[in-house]
């Protein structure tokens, strides 16, 4: 079984500061997908990366795609109160389904 | 613009009680999905189906069942209700594959087994 873990878990920030959230795993993805998921809604889909060493910016979010295509990073500039959300990351195994990760749930205060 | 729609948003079952989680998507997308989400885990891939007609078992298939008569709907049946069966389930669609295609998600059904 293919599993992404997610770090840190939980992450509590004030406004304006930067923070990176990792996902980590042993097995390879052809492509991984970042979702965001805020309380009684769904995940949205924020972004997705295919190439190893791959980088794709989103306004103030950074996203990297690793160059073994295992591991990923988001990391976010300045971030604020409308960043918080559960972030999910999800790799896309070699039977063409996700495989998300744990989460990481970040609250910014302002 | 419906997209992915669930219902009912929350339901409380006792033990062994039986019910169907619905789903419906009006993007005409050829794939769909059922998750369940634990609290602090990811998604877990319950059952999917690729198209009318076509259903697979995902990662956590047991106690569940699925059917895909139509292109836009995807139910969920659960058939003996258990405790550990209490979370939150997403249905999401898809155009195609999961590589560069996005799933959307509904809002989720949020499930008590008592």
């Known amino acids: 079984t293919q599993l992404l873990e997610q770090s840190p878990q939980f992450l509590s920030i004030q406004e304006g500061e930067n923070l990176t959230v990792y996902c980590n795993s042993s097995?390879?993805?052809?492509?991984l997908q970042w979702y965001r998921q805020e309380p009684g809604e769904g995940p949205v889909l924020l972004v997705t990366?295919?190439?190893?060493?791959e980088v794709k910016k989103l306004k103030r979010l950074t996203f990297q795609f690793g160059d073994a295509r295992k591991d990923s990073s988001l990391h976010i500039t300045a971030a604020q109160p409308g960043d918080t959300g559960l972030y999910l990351c999800a790799g896309v195994d070699n039977t063409d389904k996700l495989i998300f990760g744990t989460g990481t749930r970040l609250q910014v205060f302002p | 613009n419906a997209g992915v729609t669930q219902t009912p948003k929350f339901r409380i079952l006792k033990i062994g009680q039986s019910m169907t989680l619905q789903c419906t998507q009006d993007?005409?997308?050829?794939?769909m999905y059922w998750y369940r989400q634990d609290p602090g885990m990811g998604l877990k891939l319950i059952y999917y189906s690729v198209g009318a007609g076509i259903t697979d078992k995902g990662e956590v298939p047991n106690g569940y069942n699925v059917s895909r008569s139509t292109t836009e709907d995807f139910p969920l049946r659960l058939e003996l209700a258990a405790p550990s069966q209490t979370s939150v389930y997403f249905c999401a669609s898809s155009y195609s594959g999961s590589n560069n295609q996005p799933q959307h998600f509904g809002d989720g059904t949020r499930l008590s087994i008592l």
């Open positions: 990366v295919v190439t190893g060493g």
């Open positions: 097995s390879v993805f052809s492509s």
């Open positions: 993007m005409n997308h050829n794939y």
